[in-house]
């Protein structure tokens, strides 16, 4: 029972102090299980992270869940994932109530017009960046710049590309 | 019902969720949109207290997106919902690792899912980038002589130091998320 709450307490930590969603909290998992914990190996995590990045879903949860599970089996995974959830549950809740009150304000619009532009740079280089990581080849600029297209411009729901680049990627793997 | 909806939502929203939060967002904004109504205005608002609030953007959105629709029981289960699939998936994996990457079709198949993740984060950005630097009620503005007669200036420099910095400086996000809501505060407002 204590290491249940170990669990959830690690997590909801980790859940609490990033911002910037589940790759940017990848780098502090990693810290946090394999050198300060020791939960897993160098190895464990670098499957933990192949895992949770190959798989859809929340990459935190995944994470959450992977690490939970190889501690204390199912409810390990519960309790991990449910501490990665509730921070971030809490405060949008608050911060929803909080944003209610104040009601319209100069002061905020402006500011969530400043984050916002600064969202959409930061979004964009994300783009870049993940894209660098994995796009090799012709095919793979194709499945970008479609789906890109099919989605920003036409308003296709994005169910689509994940399947037309999974199927053309099954197909393609087995023309070699 | 309204409960089962959201939670039956945001449930295929983590199956067809691959690639993190950002690629997640434009299927969350086209599943929201199907299920009620939800302007790319609010959306961007969505997006901007993600990017200040600590946690996963996508249970972020689940959160809000349930509060709005059915107070705290709604902001429930449409996390739960958003959650589920990861955790169920993550444990079926985790029972049968060696053959799951062995496989080369699965293999196949995440090679081809990998670029279109791109193209969905690319939307991601292009749908909040129409909401604070294109000032029209017409969204979304398809031509790009359209985009230039409604170009809000402000923003859009903001936009561009955002990359420099980011890009060319390597700034933490963190602080040019704040530096940019302060200069937006006394600026914009």
């Known amino acids: ?176 | 019902m309204v409960l089962l909806n959201l939670y039956v939502m945001f449930f295929s929203i983590g199956i067809f969720g691959f690639g993190g939060g950002y690629a997640m967002l434009p299927l969350i904004f086209q599943r929201v949109q199907e299920f009620g109504q939800m302007s790319a205005q609010e959306f961007s608002d969505l997006v901007a207290l993600s990017q200040v609030t600590p946690g996963p953007v996508s249970v972020n959105a689940a959160t809000y997106v349930g509060y709005n629709y059915a107070g705290v029981p709604g902001a429930v289960a449409a996390t739960l919902g958003i959650a589920t699939p990861s955790f169920v998936l993550v444990i079926v994996v985790m029972s049968f690792m060696d053959k799951y990457y062995k496989s080369k079709g699965i293999q196949g198949v995440m090679n081809g899912i990998k670029p279109a993740t791109v193209g969905l984060i690319a939307s991601a950005a292009f749908y909040i980038g129409q909401t604070v630097m294109v000032n029209s009620q017409v969204l979304p503005v398809s031509t790009f002589a359209g985009i230039i007669e409604y170009l809000n200036v402000l923003p859009f420099i903001m936009f561009i130091c955002t990359i420099i910095l980011i890009a060319k400086f390597k700034v933490n996000p963190i602080i040019i998320t704040l530096l940019m809501g302060i200069i937006g505060a006394l600026l914009c407002g």
């Open chain 1, 1 to 176: 029972m204590k290491e249940l709450f170990v669990l959830f307490i690690t997590f909801f930590k980790m859940g609490l102090f990033t911002i910037g969603g589940g790759l940017a909290m990848l780098p502090l998992i990693q810290h946090t299980i394999v050198d300060k914990k020791g939960w897993l190996t160098e190895e464990g995590m670098t499957d933990c992270i192949a895992v949770s990045q190959s798989l859809p879903g929340v990459i935190a949860i995944n994470a959450a869940t992977y690490v939970g599970k190889t501690r204390k089996g199912f409810a390990g995974a519960l309790a991990a994932s449910f501490g990665v959830i509730l921070p971030s549950f809490i405060i949008i809740i608050c911060a929803v109530i909080f944003l209610g009150t104040v009601g319209p304000n100069h002061y905020v619009e402006g500011a969530f017009t400043g984050i916002k532009a600064a969202a959409c740079g930061l979004i964009v280089f994300a783009a870049y960046r993940h894209g660098r990581q994995v796009i090799k080849g012709k095919p793979g600029i194709f499945i970008a710049v479609a789906s890109f297209a099919a989605v920003a411009f036409f308003g296709i729901s994005a169910i689509w590309p994940i399947i037309f680049g999974g199927a053309s990627g099954f197909l393609l793997r087995r023309a070699k």
